[in-house]
């Protein structure tokens, strides 16, 4: 049985919390530059509604709601580990990563804001901040988690394949990115890094709590 969903339209020939996915359709399809996204509960949604479209695009806002069973696959998370996240208000926007220590959610580093930035280079900066930093102190036996595949892919390439433009405004940044595939190249590091399971285990210890 599919779980129920409920679907906000900022931006459409009508706006609104919606319980269906076909009125939904109607409010959006040939609507230029519709804004809408799906929820997990009317709750949520109606939070959402109160905000910016702009504070949930990119993310994945229809968490499925997993039983005991399923989540038991999963198992638990390594807790002598640090986890990273990052957060950007806006596609491109203002960004900004961190990383903290699992067990605890107690901040280790935190960088930016950085302008005309998006969620994967923050994802992909804080991977590398972490990973260099847990080499310098000789840990590097210690796991390191993100909720972000893309990021994921980008460290085992050495490459940050983002398609932001960038100008003036974001040459920190650009700046930033060349630093760390260079440190990529230039090292070696054995830090497991692995996948947060959110849908099992809730929202990785460094959220920024923004959703």
């Given at each position: 049985?599919?779980?129920?969903?409920?679907?906000?339209v900022?931006?459409?020939?009508?706006?609104?919390?919606?319980?269906?996915?076909?009125?939904?359709?109607?409010?959006?399809?040939?609507?230029?530059?519709?804004?809408?996204?799906?929820?997990?509960?009317?709750?949520?949604?109606?939070?959402?509604?109160?905000?910016?479209?702009?504070?949930?695009?990119?993310?994945?806002?229809?968490?499925?709601?997993?039983?005991?069973?399923?989540?038991?696959?999963?198992?638990?998370?390594?807790?002598?580990?640090?986890?990273?996240?990052?957060?950007?208000?806006?596609?491109?926007?203002?960004?900004?990563?961190?990383?903290?220590?699992?067990?605890?959610?107690?901040?280790?580093?935190?960088?930016?804001?950085?302008?005309?930035?998006?969620?994967?280079?923050?994802?992909?900066?804080?991977?590398?901040?972490?990973?260099?930093l847990?080499?310098?102190?000789?840990?590097e036996?210690?796991?390191?988690?993100?909720?972000?595949?893309?990021?994921?892919s980008?460290?085992?390439?050495?490459?940050?394949?983002?398609?932001?433009?960038?100008?003036?405004a974001n040459?920190?940044?650009?700046?930033?990115?060349?630093?760390?595939?260079?440190?990529?190249?230039?090292?070696?590091?054995?830090?497991?890094?692995?996948?947060?399971?959110?849908?099992?285990?809730?929202?990785?210890?460094?959220?920024?709590?923004?959703?």
């Open positions: 049985m599919s779980k129920k969903k409920f679907y906000v900022w931006k459409g020939r009508k706006t609104g919390v919606f319980t269906s996915w076909n009125v939904v359709k109607r409010q959006v399809d040939g609507f230029e530059g519709a804004e809408y996204k799906s929820f997990s509960n009317l709750n949520e949604a109606e939070i959402a509604f109160s905000k910016k479209y702009d504070d949930y695009k990119g993310k994945n806002t229809a968490k499925p709601v997993l039983s005991a069973l399923e989540k038991k696959k999963f198992g638990n998370p390594i807790l002598e580990s640090i986890s990273v996240d990052a957060a950007c208000s806006g596609n491109p926007g203002k960004m900004e990563y961190r990383g903290v220590f699992t067990h605890n959610k107690k901040e280790i580093f935190k960088k930016g804001p950085y302008l005309k930035g998006t969620n994967n280079v923050g994802e992909f900066l804080a991977l590398v901040h972490g990973i260099a847990l080499k310098s102190k000789n840990k036996n210690i796991p390191i988690y993100s909720d972000s595949k893309i990021a994921m980008w460290i085992r390439q050495k490459k940050c394949k983002t398609n932001l433009i960038f100008d003036d040459i920190e940044l650009l700046e930033l990115i060349k630093r760390a595939e260079n440190w990529l190249r230039e090292n070696t590091f054995k830090n497991p890094i692995l996948k947060w399971e959110t849908k099992a285990w809730g929202e990785i210890p460094a959220d920024f709590g923004r959703k």
